[in-house]
């Protein structure tokens, strides 16, 4: 979308109005495509299905994935107060509506601490850890969205990915999880996921997300971004897998082979 300076700081509901588009085709096509990645990602990507299926968990990855999970939520929060700066230039009403999601969202890192403290994981242990590289790429991708390209495009189709995937596997996830761990050690778990599928998030994010596509071009971003974002975590999903289950196999490609064919 044509960003003009000369257009900023207008009328808040006039610039809203602007920004809307009826792009339903276009998620539909996003959807599908999701849903397709997500079949292939539990045939193809090793322990994908651990969490959501295995009988006896492996603690070290159920710990470790968690920890991640806390790490990126910390930097993506950074992420998040730069599209709000974005929009408060450009479609403040749009602004407020994120600033209330990322409010809701920004300390949900507790929520994972909780849970995992009751597995005998210390914060101290959790924030002395280092992220994984596709940590520091995916969230390094998404601010250079903003850093470098002057939108929030990249990160709200990474916001979409997810909260689009949490609803369709992380409900098996955690039920798994509670079965085999038992449910108070999920609490912080359940009430994330429960948070995401009841305000439904999908359609909040999308409704922002589709505020700053106004041509076919920026369509075709909107596809290459969620198929980047979708390799990155299949990066993470790997490196997770060599660096807790098969550290010594040698067995796998390096995981940005793997993720380059994924999408």
């Keep these: 979308m044509t960003d003009d300076p000369r257009t900023w700081y207008g009328d808040p509901r006039a610039a ?78 749009r602004g407020a509506a994120w600033a209330h999601y990322v409010e809701d969202e920004m300390l949900h890192d507790e929520w994972f601490a909780g849970d995992l403290g009751k597995v005998g994981v210390t914060k101290a242990e959790i924030y002395a850890t280092e992220p994984f590289q596709a940590t520091k790429l995916l969230t390094g991708y998404l601010q250079y969205g903003m850093e470098f390209e002057g939108s929030p495009l990249a990160l709200l189709c990474s916001v979409y990915f997810v909260e689009y995937t949490t609803t369709k596997t992380q409900p098996s996830w955690v039920k798994n999880l509670e079965d085999q761990l038992g449910r108070e050690k999920l609490a912080g778990a359940r009430r994330h996921v429960g948070t995401d599928i009841a305000d439904e998030h999908a359609d909040f ?59």
Excluded: C
């Design 16 to 93: 809203a109005a602007a920004r809307t588009a009826d792009l339903s085709d276009l998620r539909t096509q996003v959807d599908t495509m999701l849903d397709t990645m997500i079949e292939k990602f539990y045939a193809e990507i090793p322990y994908a299905d651990h969490q959501a299926r295995g009988e006896e968990i492996n603690m070290a990855y159920y710990k470790r994935h968690n920890i991640e999970t806390i790490l990126r939520l910390r930097r993506k929060r950074t992420i998040d107060a730069l599209a709000i700066g974005y929009f408060t230039k450009r479609d403040p009403v």
């Design 205 to 263: 994010v999308w409704g922002v997300l589709t505020s700053l596509v106004g041509s076919p071009e920026d369509e075709a971003k909107v596809i290459a971004h969620v198929k980047t974002v979708a390799n990155l975590w299949v990066a993470y999903f790997i490196e997770l897998y060599q660096a807790v289950v098969a550290p010594a196999t040698g067995a796998l490609e390096a995981a940005g082979s793997v993720a380059a064919r994924f999408a």
